[in-house]
């Protein structure tokens, strides 16, 4: 049962399709999006501004404003259920307990005018449905374990510091045992020696609780140092997905390829960065075929006709190339990507 | 596109530039972000029912003359006719002296405009200029210029004006300038609170890294900057003004009969409420809808304006 | 050294707060020479950014002086002042904030031109400005556009290109691609690199990242709470980092190679306020070496490699 329970993805996102309509122009947030990700384990989801990360992030937790959001197609299955499928009532009780998300900003998403304390035994007077008391004796373990004296549950959020903040907004988020966590680049806005002691923090918490954990950030680096698989979005799809060890050692998409070239190696020294030509195109008027042939270095005639479809290069690791299709052909046999998973699986 | 470059700063990805020539032509027309302001305007439908009427009023300021004569019809007494109701001859009836009360409300509308806007841009010229002074220089200033802003604040501002005309004497040019005066400091509070959010701000700071004088500092960065929300509080200002004029006109203060004037009309069949409600009635329903439609333009203007808007 | 072109001896600014004196900056001394790029890196709060303003005047220092090109700029007139700007530029940050959202690329580029009278006609002014543009990579059909209607990146480079209108010999880069996406950074990152060669411009390049720095520097200073506790040429620094807090500050980035599991400095809490510092090191109450004599005593900077000067107390005992 528990052999089961553990090979069984936790949360498997298929063919998900966001959009936003505003004054009749499309914007196409996400496109066909796949990711799958299993209890205990740690997905970084990687892209530049633009490139659909928390759209994707806000349609899990069914969060897309509508309008202008809308969902076009696509299914997300937690735990064995679609969660565009519940009802809202049932949505709300899953969310802040069993999903629940950490955002960027550790200043705005605090009430001013709640101390700490308060905030996070609401979450659990909510969800739990225990006394007042023994939820605000909860919220006093929570603050502990992320590193904040209990002492500290009285004070508004203007006493702590940023990464202080971020501190408690990861009480909140854990203090229902979720079995998945968004984070929403939960360490940009904090300075380096912060982000390392928070990230430390999150890595140690979620080996604990063996929590899932959606890991949204830009900064490769964060990525490596924390999650066990990788997906690389762009223009709202995933360009390349699979072991974090395949992906950063055996980088196969040109886009990969790109980002890991324009950030300067501490390791290394170099005359020159290597960017990315040109820029993100415009999410109302996605370029045809391959959506990243403008900016890409090895682009075909073929890259600017037609979409290229994932290809399974080697066990989980996939990449959405036609330089790769043509390699992989005999090993993929042009199966559908969902059914490839599924025979991973 | 042409791959022989001199300067490749950033490894061929620039968007090379073609003959100058060509780009000359290809370049896009300076679009002036006011015609962005109206097409968001244009979506709003109170906005523009706002603005239709004012567009009627403006018209019917303007021809005034053409629609009805003002020494034979508009001023002229006609006690045989008095207090008429509404008909195809009177459309909307006749005072107590028997004139046309359609023709005296068309030709109240140059009080009521010319008031309204002038006294608005006298108090957005004083204040505005106060305020910026204010809060660009900050400091010992700052705090004297908006002390007694405060002071005049704590005078209610019709108790102001009245006390202005009653000093001066009653004529149109006592009437705007004390209704300016009142509302100097409510001008001069929204531009510094403006001017202090953008004194801050980066490219302020840029401006001065590049040797830029307070004057252009002012002129060229700040104001262009603070003009949304000036904008808004003087279309909601004039309403205010308009609305000022009829008050003091109503208590004996503003325009001298037999000129036509809104408040003034209304207070004169004030008397008459009783068997001629139309005498107190036209003139009111137009100093409402009229101050409805500023207001409604404003309120679209500030939508409008609002650059949390833009994309 | 006739080759010095910006000399900063003891500079200090405070700011006067309600709860008592900031100092911001306390006690800057460094020298760059012409061509060569400074890098300032630190934490959010440690000063980094007012000594950048602090040497351009954009705030006035409290003490101390700033030598370019052999003169104390403290002293200059107003009218000195507007001239020096020609020389001393600054790109900012925010590509967004630092450009005005009610003027044109073109009004942009072409106002310093305009404030130093060095353009005669309105036709000499838009071919400086087409030129300009074409040499910071912006295509010229973008003359009209306004800021909001162009990315970051774009934004940046009509930043750059304003700081270069009057052909300066020395620019501050507060933070340049801080707010750019890695792809897009690594684009402006190389035009800065390419402008330097070019014109040879003079940086000092104010950041936080640090991989961003060692890339881009060829010395580095480390600041904390308004002070230099390290300063050394880029590979000596990152080779042989000797404070404890640049040990920390470098151990704490992550790594993108896998195997590079980060093996963290310690470091106590959070860095503390800068008003009314108790004397001695501002380190010392974050950091685990820390002794007595850490806080008894003012430490200055000392040389321990050559160029690498260091601010502690347990180094310079060896």
Redesign the interface.
Same mark, same amino acid.
């Given at each position: 049962m528990t052999e089961q329970m553990n090979t069984q993805d936790l949360l498997s996102i298929e063919d998900l399709s966001i959009v936003y309509e505003v004054d009749g122009e499309t914007t196409y947030a996400v496109n066909n999006l796949n990711i799958s990700l299993k209890r205990g384990e740690t997905l970084g989801l990687i892209g530049e501004t633009g490139a659909g990360k928390t759209t994707t992030a806000l349609g899990i937790m069914g969060l897309v404003p509508n309008p202008p959001g809308r969902i076009v197609n696509g299914k997300v299955i937690f735990d064995g259920e679609d969660l565009l499928q519940l009802p809202k009532e049932k949505m709300r009780s899953v969310r802040g307990n069993r999903i629940s998300m950490i955002f960027q900003d550790p200043m705005t998403s605090l009430n001013p005018v709640m101390t700490v304390g308060e905030q996070i035994a609401e979450v659990i007077q909510i969800h739990e449905g225990v006394s007042k008391q023994s939820s605000f004796q909860k919220a006093k373990e929570m603050l502990e374990m992320v590193g904040i004296p209990a002492a500290r549950s009285g004070d508004y959020p203007h006493q702590f510091s940023g990464g202080m903040k971020q501190r408690v907004v990861i009480a909140i988020s854990l203090a229902c045992n979720p079995d998945l966590l968004i984070a929403d680049e939960p360490t940009t806005a904090l300075d380096v020696t912060i982000q390392a002691q928070v990230l430390d923090l999150m890595k140690d918490l979620k080996t604990r609780y063996n929590t899932a954990m959606l890991l949204i950030t830009h900064d490769l680096g964060v990525v490596a140092q924390v999650c066990d698989k990788v997906a690389i979005m762009y223009a709202g799809e995933v360009v390349e997905s699979g072991d974090i060890r395949d992906v950063y050692e055996n980088t196969k998409h040109p886009y990969t390829k790109g980002l890991f070239g324009s950030i300067p190696d501490l390791d290394l020294t170099v005359g020159r960065l290597k960017p990315i030509k040109g820029m993100m195109p415009d999410p109302t008027d996605p370029p045809s075929g391959c959506k990243f042939h403008p900016r890409c270095p090895d682009a075909t005639a073929m890259c600017s006709l037609s979409e290229p479809e994932p290809v399974l290069t080697e066990s989980g690791h996939t990449a959405r190339c036609f330089m790769l299709q043509a390699m992989a052909e005999p090993l993929a046999a042009q199966k559908p990507l969902t059914e490839l998973n599924r025979v991973q699986g | 596109m042409s791959q022989e470059m001199t300067l490749d700063p950033i490894q061929g990805q620039l968007e090379k530039e073609p003959a100058p020539e060509i780009v000359a032509k290809a370049a896009p027309k300076k679009r002036s972000q006011w015609l962005e302001v109206w097409s968001r305007l244009k979506r709003d439908k109170m906005a523009m029912l706002g603005l239709v009427i004012i567009t009627i009023v403006v018209l019917a300021a303007i021809f005034a003359d053409f629609i009805a004569d003002y020494e034979t019809v508009v001023i002229a007494q006609n006690l045989s006719d008095r207090l008429q109701g509404p008909s195809a001859q009177y459309w909307l009836g006749t005072d107590e002296f028997g004139r046309d009360i359609f023709a005296r409300i068309i030709h109240g509308t140059r009080v009521s405009l010319m008031v309204g806007v002038l006294s608005v841009a006298i108090a957005i010229v004083l204040g505005g200029g106060l305020g910026a002074v204010a809060g660009y220089y900050g400091g010992k200033l700052d705090n004297v210029i908006m002390r007694v802003m405060d002071i005049f604040l704590a005078v209610p501002s019709i108790l102001l004006a009245i006390a202005i005309v009653s000093a001066l004497g009653a004529n149109l040019m006592n009437l705007m300038f004390a209704i300016a005066i009142s509302s100097v400091p409510t001008y001069a509070r929204v531009v510094r609170a403006s001017v202090l959010t953008i004194r801050d701000q980066e490219f302020i700071e840029a401006a001065r890294a590049i040797g830029a004088s307070d004057f252009r500092i002012i002129f060229r960065h700040i104001i262009p900057n603070c003009l949304s929300p000036v904008i808004v509080q003087g279309a909601l200002g004039v309403a205010g003004a308009i609305l000022s004029t009829a008050g003091l006109s109503f208590i004996g203060l503003g325009i001298q009969p037999p000129e036509p004037e809104w408040g003034a009309m209304l207070a004169g069949g004030r008397q008459y409420l009783r068997h001629a409600w139309h005498v107190t009635t036209f003139p009111g329903l137009t100093i409402m809808i009229t101050i409805l439609a500023l207001n409604l333009l404003g309120d679209g203007l500030r939508d409008a304006l609002d650059p949390r808007l833009k994309h | 050294m006739s080759d010095t072109i910006l000399e900063v001896r003891n500079l200090k600014k405070y700011f006067d707060t309600p709860k008592g004196l900031l100092h911001a900056v306390d006690g800057m001394n460094f020298v760059i020479e012409k061509g060569k790029t400074l890098g300032i890196v630190g934490? !959010?709060g440690c000063g980094k950014s007012t000594t950048g303003?602090v040497i *351009?005047r954009?705030l006035d220092a409290t003490d101390g002086e700033i030598l370019f090109e052999g003169k104390n700029i403290r002293e200059f007139s107003k009218e000195q002042? +507007?001239r020096l700007?020609?020389d001393m %530029? +600054?790109i900012? %940050?925010?590509p967004f904030?630092? *450009? &005005?959202?009610?003027m044109?690329a073109s009004e942009i580029i072409g106002?310093?031109l305009i404030?130093?009278n060095k353009v005669k006609s309105k036709q000499e002014l838009s071919e400086r400005v087409?030129e300009l543009m074409?040499?910071?990579?912006?295509?010229?059909?973008?003359? &009209?556009?306004?800021p909001?209607e162009l990315?970051?990146?774009?934004r940046q480079r009509i930043?750059i290109a304003?700081a270069l209108?009057?052909n300066p010999k020395f620019i501050i880069c507060d933070e340049p691609v801080s707010a750019l996406?890695?792809? /897009?950074?690594? %684009?402006i990152? &190389? *035009?800065m %690199?390419?402008?330097q060669e070019?014109l040879g411009l003079t940086y000092i390049f104010i950041t936080?990242d640090? !991989?961003?720095v060692?890339?881009?520097s060829d010395e580095i200073a480390v600041m904390y709470l308004g002070q230099l506790i390290e300063k050394a040429p880029a590979?000596e620094l990152?080779k042989n980092p000797s404070h404890p807090y640049t040990k920390?500050?470098l151990?704490? +980035?992550? !790594? /993108?190679?896998?195997d590079?599991?980060?093996e963290?400095e310690a470091?106590k809490g959070? +860095?503390t306020s800068p008003v009314n510092p108790a004397p001695g090191c501002r380190f010392a109450p974050r950091c685990q070496y820390a002794v007595a004599e850490c806080t008894a005593r003012e430490i200055d900077l000392k040389e321990i490699n050559e160029g690498h000067f260091v601010a502690c107390a347990m180094v310079e005992k060896g």
């Open positions: - | - | 934490e !959010s303003r *351009l954009l002042m +507007i700007r020609e %530029q +600054i900012f %940050q925010d904030a630092s *450009l &005005n959202p009610r044109t106002e310093p404030i130093h087409a074409a040499l910071v990579g912006l295509s010229p059909r973008l003359v &009209n556009t306004y909001h990315d970051g990146g774009r930043g304003r209108a009057l996406d890695v792809s /897009i950074q690594a %684009q990152l &190389n *035009l %690199q390419d402008l070019q936080h640090l !991989s961003v060692k890339h881009f590979k990152f920390a500050l151990s704490a +980035i992550p !790594s /993108i190679h896998l590079h599991k980060m963290r470091l959070e +860095i």
